[in-house]
């Protein structure tokens, strides 16, 4: 120390002396004393520090805000400051509406004062409560208008999680490296899923809230349970045993899921029995541990992650009774569609086909001859009638050439044909007309006698 740090304090160590600049009680002489270390037994009221007397030309002179700027620059910019974990109990806890948390930590010694901004209090997982034993992690501020420094936390976790996360990246390495976690090894999940099977508590919500899902998208699957303890010793081997079961079932898929919790609820899910058992499953699992912001082992070692339980479900299922029902109707409406089209283009063949038919059938045959059988009959009829009246007329020409020849035509004209009667001879001149004669004139004929 300096001469001016000893008007500060009151002495100064070297080696193992103290040496005093003031008298120690009971002294008669106000000569300056040195003890040994070992022997002084120093009492607060021991000694009585001389009066200081401040300058009135000291080196430096600050306000309230500058001194209090300084050491915010100070604390601000130690960097272990800015990322410190600090464990504590939590008393005093306020939520005011704006969404931020105040809380003072605090251990039999000290307290620390401490706020939380809205978006990290957002993704806070833990339910704080006063008298919690936490570690928070962030920096050390200044809060000026009061003077005062606090911490500025971003994340809290319960006493004791930090080992627990130490052992989660060390068994994450270590399965990771063996190749369980790797993204070629996941399998698909079946579309339509005839069997599911689940492992989780058969009492929890979690098993209501996945049995509702299933029920309301695919009623038609065939669930089977396999309940298993989600939390403490006891679960692991039990969560094992519930996969070698449930295997034995040959579902197409698996659920394994549970409620939200802390990472001391959420460990049997990071146990290297239970990710070992769902990285060697038949089936392809489904993992729906906790909530959103949880992450366990058996995550990354299931086929898939869902954030949620019923998430779990919803992806488990990825077609549902509605998808079926429309796919139906669609295909229903495209086979009627189908059905239509192709009858009218079978009718459309089948009467080309009749039409052609017709072209070439006997019947279209028998039919063209009935025609040119009427035609050629017609025809035929038509000429024998052309021919019969030719004939007609022309016996009519000769009937009438006939009729002018015939002697009854001239008979009927007043005329007669005289013929003797010994042998009919025609009498055509006046030297033949003797003797007894027959006259035929038109409607008979009478004797005549010649007189000469």
């Known amino acids: 120390m300096t001469r001016d740090d000893s008007w500060v304090t009151g002495f100064k160590v070297e080696g193992l002396k103290v040496e005093t600049d003031f008298p120690i009680i009971g002294e008669k002489t106000f000569k300056p004393a040195t003890f040994q270390l070992s022997t002084l037994n120093l009492h607060c009221f021991s000694i009585i520090l001389a009066p200081m007397q401040p300058t009135l030309f000291s080196s430096i002179h600050l306000t309230v805000s500058q001194l209090t700027f300084r050491i915010r620059k100070l604390l601000e910019g130690d960097l272990e400051l800015q990322d410190v974990w600090v464990e504590g109990e939590i008393s005093n806890l306020s939520r005011p509406n704006s969404g931020h948390i105040y809380f003072t930590l605090k251990d039999k010694n000290a307290s620390l004062r401490c706020m939380m901004w809205k978006p990290d209090a957002a993704r806070l997982r833990v339910n704080l409560q006063d008298g919690m034993a936490v570690e928070a992690h962030g920096r050390i501020t200044v809060y000026e208008p009061q003077g005062a420094y606090q911490l500025a936390v971003n994340l809290i976790q319960p006493k004791g999680e930090g080992a627990l996360y130490q052992e989660f990246l060390r068994l994450k390495a270590m399965l990771e490296a063996e190749g369980l976690f790797d993204p070629d090894s996941k399998r698909p999940i079946p579309e339509l899923p005839r069997k599911i099977g689940i492992v989780t508590s058969q009492t929890g919500a979690a098993l209501r809230d996945m049995l509702n899902t299933l029920r309301r998208r695919l009623p038609l699957a065939q669930v089977i349970l396999a309940p298993s303890p989600v939390q403490g010793v006891d679960a692991p081997p039990a969560l094992v045993k ?211």
Request: proline share 3%; net charge neutral.
């Open 242 to 452: 519930a996969f070698q079961t449930l295997n034995h079932q040959n579902p197409d898929v698996i659920l394994l899921a549970r409620g939200g919790g802390s990472i001391e609820d959420l460990w049997a899910f990071n146990d290297e029995r239970v990710v070992r058992a769902v990285s060697d499953s038949n089936a392809p699992v489904i993992c729906g541990v906790g909530h959103e912001t949880d992450f366990t082992l058996c995550d990354f070692a299931a086929d898939l992650r869902a954030p949620t339980p019923t998430a779990a479900a919803e992806l488990a299922t990825p077609i549902t009774i509605l998808d079926l029902g429309s796919d139906l109707l669609s295909a229903r409406t495209r086979i009627s569609s189908l059905t239509l089209n192709l009858l009218a283009e079978q009718k459309a063949l089948t009467s080309a086909l009749a039409a052609r038919l017709k072209y070439v059938s006997p019947e279209r045959r028998i039919q063209s001859e009935y025609q040119r059988l009427d035609e050629l009959s017609r025809r035929a009829l038509s000429t024998l009638a052309h021919r019969i009246q030719l004939q007609t007329s022309s016996v009519n020409g000769i009937s009438k050439r006939l009729q002018s020849l015939n002697p009854e035509a001239i008979l009927s004209r007043g005329y007669a044909i005289i013929t003797r009667k010994e042998d009919d001879t025609v009498v055509s001149k006046i030297s033949q007309a003797h003797g007894e004669m027959k006259a035929r004139v038109s409607d008979g004929e009478f004797e005549v006698v010649s007189k000469t």
